[in-house]
């Protein structure tokens, strides 16, 4: 019998995939269900690329990435959380590649990792595509925002587990830890000997404070157990370039430089010149952007709440809001049905594990013409 390797066989496949393939063939659904903004890149990003092609950097490079854009993100990450050095940033071939690095690195079969969930789905395959066995922390939902009960995760985390993976601001519920929890976290995997490996890639859509979600980095030291991976997707709208990486204590570094070289090799040259575009020129696209998205929350999660039954939390984070209704109890039969009869494309919570059904995902980086769109189709598929 030819078979894959059984955590392989075993790997869930994706929901929003199988939701997304109902409505193949139909030209009227509005699609709220993909985590993608919906602009392109900006111009001057994509001319990086464009003059890098042209000048013929079209060879494989260093498995940590060109240098000077390994020196701006050192910089920029300066600049946001503590100081870094060059040395401890490596270029990956996006966020889920930068994810199945530092687990690969870390993981091994059999090892005990610890998510807090609902999450990504992807950075719940990650750890069982190793073999690992993946313990959960659920948030708890509650009206007013989803909440981490930080002593049943202090709990959980035990000593013996390998690693912590911390998604915030969170894909799909928009939840960003506080600074207090991060620094028990810290301070309890310190005394345990516990890696966190913090996926970083919604720092910059916070909608609080300064408009960076606090981080690890900022009170995390060199030489601490810690990995962020952050991707150039969201931040900058760079999905479809894969373009990501990773900060990793320098003892790493050498270890990691060989895990690349087995994977991809290297990052494109052109992609890590367009890296250096955004990074260095990128801000006023945030900042835009943030405050695009800010107005697109507030429109959309007013207008879900207005809704009778259901129940919106305001993200704090993040592009998506995540709600429910009696109607969403199962969250696929729901948003199938929403798009047979609505041509309505939400995600359904459970795509995001067993804690997320009952929920439904909207992704709101959208304009508020399509959001209201949306809604006039959700109101009729509820009434
Ligand atoms: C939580 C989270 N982490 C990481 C990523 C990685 O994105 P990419 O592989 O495009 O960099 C995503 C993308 O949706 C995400 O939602």
Redesign the pocket.
Known sequence: MLAARPAVQALVASKIRELYNAGIGRDDILPFWV?EPDEPTPEFIRKAAIDSITAGETFYTHNLGIAPLRQALAAYGSRLHRPVDQERIALTN????A?MLASQLLVDPGDRVVEVVPL?P??QEIPAILSARVSTVPLAFSPRGWQLDLDRLLDVLTPGTRALYI?SPN?PTGWTITREAQRALLEHCRRHGIWIIA?D??ERLYFEGSGVAPSFLDIAEADDRLIS?N????TWFM?GW?L?WLVVPAALMADLGKLIEYNTSCAPVFVQRAGIAAVTEGEPVIRRSLERFRSARDFLVRELNAISGVEAPLPSGTMYAFFRAPATSDSMAFCKRLVREAGLGLAPGSAFGPAGEGFVRWCFASSEERLAAGIERLKRALA
Do not use: H, M
């Not at 996006?94 to 590649?97: K, L, S, T, Y």
């Not at 991707?231 to 969201?234: A, C």
């Open positions: 985590g996006a966020g889920v590649n994810l990504w992807n950075l998604n894909n996926d890639a919604y991976a991707t150039f997707s969201k999905t894969r990501g």
